[in-house]
């Protein structure tokens, strides 16, 4: 019998919501959560991708240490539950060898154990990096509201639209919620048509 659960995916840090269909515990197929406003029902390419991931031949099965080499290959052995700079005493992990990045995310469970990691390691770092992110729209917010805000687009009433260097129908956390209601002010048959003027940079 088939199980559905729901669940999330990330981009930039911003969750969309949905549903998992998986056999004997291996997902199978992925859907959008009709319950969250941003998906609606649907889901992205990426969100798709997802459950091929979970079946790549070459994801990591176990922890591996870098040897140290040249070549920059691993040595496949397995790590050792805790680094050696850790206390003999206490078990701890020594300050200057504390160091932990990740891409940036919105679960409470994850801050939960940032919590718990900053408990036992005061004087650690965190870092969050990703290839792509809305930092310069954060930025912007905070130089106008004094705060870092999320916009939230209401497309459905827009007639003219003007996009500057921002692909807001595909590379967004919220492009399905863009594109469904970008979508609902294009019926040519009762004479609605918005119109959308698009600048881009491009790269040689």
Not at 77 to 106: F, L, V
């Amino acid at each position: 019998m088939p199980l559905r659960f729901a669940t999330s995916s990330e981009l930039w840090g911003h969750a969309r919501g949905l549903l998992v269909t998986s056999y004997d515990g291996r997902p199978i197929k992925v859907d959008g959560n009709a319950l969250d406003p941003i998906s609606g029902g649907a889901s992205t390419a990426i969100d798709q991708a997802g459950v091929l991931e979970l079946y790549d031949p070459d994801r990591s099965r176990s922890v591996v240490r870098r040897d140290g080499s040249s070549s920059g290959a691993s040595s496949g052995a397995t790590s050792s539950p805790g680094p050696k700079s850790a206390s003999p005493r206490t078990g701890r992990i020594a300050a200057p060898a504390s160091r932990s990045c990740g891409e940036a995310t919105s679960s409470e469970t994850v801050a939960m154990l940032r919590r718990r990691f900053f408990s036992e390691l005061p004087q650690a770092v965190w870092y969050e990096y990703e290839p792509l992110s809305t930092d310069i729209a954060a930025e912007g917010a905070m130089r106008v509201f004094g705060e870092a805000l999320r916009p939230h687009h209401d497309l459905s009433s827009a007639r003219v639209l003007l996009s500057l260097d921002s692909d807001f129908l595909d590379d967004d956390p919220a492009a399905l919620l863009h594109t469904r209601d970008f979508a609902s002010s294009r019926r040519l048959a009762d004479g609605r048509m918005n119109r959308l003027y698009a600048v881009e940079s491009v790269r040689a």
